[in-house]
């Protein structure tokens, strides 16, 4: 492409580009990042005990038990049984 003037011309279109894409990366992260405190935040259910014991439904003693069952690590779950043969048929006497 000829003449001086081109260099100055592409900077400003790339420029212009990166700062396109910059802007469409908040726009969405804006969006998306109060959701992702459900996801990735504290369980629903603690969030929902505090708030029972923030309006006075529940007595602090109630709120800490509940709270404590809430963060225990869920133990690892038992596998399931396996499944037992049949035995077979009995066979007739002579």
């Known amino acids: 492409m000829g003449g001086p003037g081109w260099g100055l011309v592409w900077g400003l279109i790339w420029a212009a580009f990166w700062v396109g894409i910059i802007v469409v990366a908040v726009l969405i992260l804006r969006h998306e990042l109060p959701h992702m ?39 690892p779950s038992a596998p399931p049984p396996t499944p037992t043969e049949p035995s077979p048929p009995p066979q007739p006497s002579p």
């Open 37 to 75: 405190h459900h996801r990735f935040g504290e369980p629903p259910a603690l969030r929902l005990l505090e708030e029972r014991y923030a309006r006075g439904e529940i007595s602090r003693e109630e709120f800490l038990e509940r709270r404590e069952v809430l963060l225990q690590p869920h133990p």
